[in-house]
């Protein structure tokens, strides 16, 4: 499998590489339920449907459009990830971290992600937006199996899966701008059923900030072949005060990430542009 697995990867970076002229991009960017509209900020756009690319799976969530957007941002010329690939829709671990490798070989120094997420940290209100410090991981690892050995070590430390340096470059720029920013611990899960309140409570008592289904196995595979990450999230909903008519909806889910999808642009350009 790793053989065919790396030639997937391999093909997957030269299609890209050739629509985009053989550039090497400075970071690659993937964007969560509904924060595609950061993409609408690059300039001199190129545009590759996903359905186009050799091996990559389709977006089925809500809020991802479904597309590879290369161009200028903050500068500096990146690809973007108009939506992810989730365990959840069904995709193997190596489907949903295969974009994390192409870009790789295409040459990324920096890998950026966001995603929406519940705030079970009682300070967090929707629309506020969290710089993921750490992670708790209760999905499978994508690195279980035959290590590629052409991308990274078979036992990857992950003492600091966010890079701190790039970390305190966001907060400055947040500060400057006007922009909260909290800092703290994502939690993933497989999903697709939105956490129990008991769920939640165990969450916060075991140390999450804020809990989501997706990121940490692009984190993890960036960090197996030493890509600096940086880490956002944006707070959907307040997940610790539970009315007795209480439901978790996704619809309010994506309407919160795009109220916010503003600052999150202005951070993510200003770190880009400072890098």
């Not at 809500?62 to 992810?84: D, P, S, T």
């Not at 365990?87 to 990324?108: F, N, Q, S």
């Not at 059923?193 to 008991?198: G, K, M, N, Q, R």
Request: aromatic content about 10%; glycine content about 10%.
């Amino acid at each position: 499998m790793s053989k065919e697995y790396i030639e997937m990867i391999r093909e997957a970076a030269s299609f890209i590489s050739d629509k985009i002229e053989r550039r090497v991009p400075f970071a690659g960017i993937i964007l969560g339920s509904g924060l595609g509209d950061l993409a609408e900020k690059i300039d001199n756009k190129i545009i590759i449907p996903y359905s186009e690319i050799p091996h990559f799976a389709l977006s089925t969530a809500m809020g991802h459009k479904g597309n590879l957007i290369a161009g200028e941002l903050g500068g500096k010329f990146v690809v973007a990830m108009q939506g992810r690939f989730h365990y959840y829709e069904g995709y193997g671990m190596d489907k949903v971290t295969l974009p994390v490798r192409v870009m790789k070989l295409l040459g990324i120094s920096y890998l950026f992600v966001s995603n929406a997420a519940g705030g079970v940290n009682k300070e967090y209100r929707v629309g506020d937006i969290m710089v993921i410090k750490d992670h708790i991981n209760l999905m499978p690892n994508p690195l279980i199996g035959k290590n590629l050995d052409q991308f990274g070590p078979r036992f990857p430390d992950m003492t600091r899966p966010y890079d701190l340096a790039v970390i305190n470059i966001a907060e400055t720029i947040a500060q400057k701008m006007g922009i909260k920013l909290h800092k703290g611990v994502y939690l993933a899960g497989t999903g697709p059923t939105y956490e129990t309140p008991a769920e939640y409570s165990f969450f916060r008592t075991i140390g999450a900030d804020a809990v989501g289904m997706s990121t940490v196995p692009e984190v993890i595979v960036a960090r197996h072949s030493s890509i600096p990450v940086f880490g956002v999230s944006v707070i959907t909903n307040e997940a610790f005060a539970f009315a007795d008519d209480f439901v978790n909806d996704g619809d309010d889910v994506i309407e919160a990430a795009n109220s916010a999808a503003q600052k999150l642009t202005t951070l993510v350009t200003g770190v880009i542009e400072s890098l």
